[in-house]
Nanobody, 125 residues
């Protein structure tokens, strides 16, 4: 069974940085694209970033482009999200997610089969 466990959330001031991590287990991590989503209070869950199985291709939501960097370490089965220049509007629960099928990158919440429990990021102004 696939398990995804996020870590690294916390409270940070606007303009600061945080790094999130996601530890994956239960299947061959390197065969699957991975995603980060977030959900702010009272809002729908939204796509943040995705990375191909090899790590060679990345995708970002316009709202985080240039500030966030998604990465992966296939040897350690871990996914990362470096968040810089954080803004109060980045406050949300951040989720690590994975599609059910191998290789293809997906960016919709409906395309994800596996989800972590999330880690809270709070950015104060």
């Amino acid at each position: 069974q696939v398990q995804l466990v996020e870590s690294g959330g916390g409270l940070v001031q606007a303009g600061g940085s945080l790094r999130l991590s996601c530890a994956a287990s239960g299947r061959t991590f390197s065969n699957f694209a991975m995603d980060w989503f977030r959900q702010a209070p009272g809002k729908e869950r939204e796509f943040v970033a995705a990375i191909s199985w090899s790590g060679s291709t990345t995708y970002y939501a316009d709202s985080v482009k240039g500030r966030f960097t998604i990465s992966r370490d296939n040897a350690k089965s871990t996914l990362g999200l470096q968040m810089n220049s954080l803004k109060p509007e980045d406050t949300a629960v951040y989720y690590c997610a994975a599609p059910g099928g191998p290789f293809t990158v997906r960016r919709g919440t409906q395309d994800m089969k596996y989800w972590g429990k999330g880690t809270l990021v709070t950015v104060s102004s």
